[in-house]
């Protein structure tokens, strides 16, 4: 039975810093995994993925150049450190693993999702 189990998330100030772990259990994944989230009363968006191989990164642009994905495959384990954090980054956070990319857009075909972590930014 595969398992992500997300930690880190909490209550930080505007300009601060988090760093959000995702370890995998149950399979070893060997494609891309990556991170999404979900404001309150917002559809659930792609925040960045990682190819788990060749370690190459996609953020979306709301994130680029302030989040930062990583992975350590010996541990099963993927991170998102999360900088210069802003208000409208709170949100919950999930981790997703066996993503695909297509139709413009990054998928979970087969669902495999973290129960969340919540992010809190305040100004």
Known sequence: QVQLVESGGGLVQAGGSL??????S????????????????????????IN???????YADSVK?????SRVNAKNTVYLQMMSLKPEDTAVYY?????GYYGGSW???RDYWGKGTLVSVSS
Request: glycine fraction near 8%; include cysteine; charged fraction near 20%.
């Open 95 to 99: 981790c997703a693993a066996d993503l």
């Open 26 to 49: 149950g399979r070893t994944f060997s494609n891309y995994m990556g991170w999404f989230r979900q404001a309150p009363e917002k559809e659930r968006e792609f925040v960045a993925a």
């Open 19 to 24: 760093r959000l772990s995702c370890a995998a």
């Open 107 to 109: 998928h979970n075909p």
């Open 65 to 69: 150049g302030r989040f930062t994905i």
């Open 52 to 58: 788990l191989s060749s370690g190459i990164t996609y």
